[in-house]
């Protein structure tokens, strides 16, 4: 049995939601099927930054700016270009690659305030996650693809059914 889920608004969240699939029907709880392997590589590590947004209103900053910034001090601005003969460079400024790797460091970066600067701390929590290492699009569509065995004593058509019924629920 294969299923295919498209989800283009959500980008981690089906994918979680498909590993809890395949845990509770390896733990029995879903006896129409067995062995479910989801195309879904949960092993890219990122960093989420939650913008506390009452926090930042007092401090009269939309939490877009607070984005905005986090994003330039990680993936940089290209402030101009170098050439080298016929070779040409980007000159992209952004923090150094410890310091953007680093939880801390991200915390303890500065986050210009219309009052003056606050830590990122003080705006946001950083927190550890898991995102696809691989997006895999059919259509155009974002796609991950689920396939699992029928239990020995059950049909096909029961089996699917069982499948899009728990993937409905997730």
């Given at each position: 049995v294969g299923a295919r889920v498209f989800d283009a608004k959500q980008r981690a969240r089906p994918g979680r939601a498909i590993a809890q699939i395949g845990?509770?029907?390896?733990?029995?709880?879903?006896?129409?099927?067995?062995?479910?392997?989801?195309?879904?590589?949960?092993?890219?590590?990122?960093?989420?930054?939650?913008?506390?947004?009452?926090?930042?209103?007092?401090?009269?900053?939309?939490?877009?700016a607070i984005g905005l910034q986090v994003r330039l001090a990680t993936q940089g601005e290209v402030a101009g270009k170098l050439r080298e003969g016929r070779r040409e460079s980007e000159i992209r400024v952004r923090l150094a690659g410890e310091d953007r790797e680093s939880r801390g460091a991200l915390a303890a970066m500065w986050i210009a305030t219309p009052n003056g600067p606050?830590?990122?701390?003080?705006?946001?929590?950083?927190?550890?996650?898991?995102?696809?290492?691989?997006?895999?699009?059919?259509?155009?569509?974002?796609k991950i693809s689920v396939w699992a065995q029928i239990a020995p004593g059950h049909d096909l058509g029961s089996g699917v059914a069982a499948l899009h019924a728990k993937l409905d629920g997730h």
């Open positions: 845990d509770e029907v390896s733990a029995g709880q879903a006896p129409d099927a067995r062995a479910v392997v989801s195309g879904v590589d949960l092993s890219a590590p990122e960093l989420h930054v939650d913008v506390d947004r009452e926090q930042a209103a007092r401090l009269g900053l939309p939490a877009g606050v830590a990122l701390s003080q705006v946001a929590t950083l927190r550890e996650a898991t995102s696809p290492a691989v997006i895999e699009h059919e259509r155009r569509e974002r």
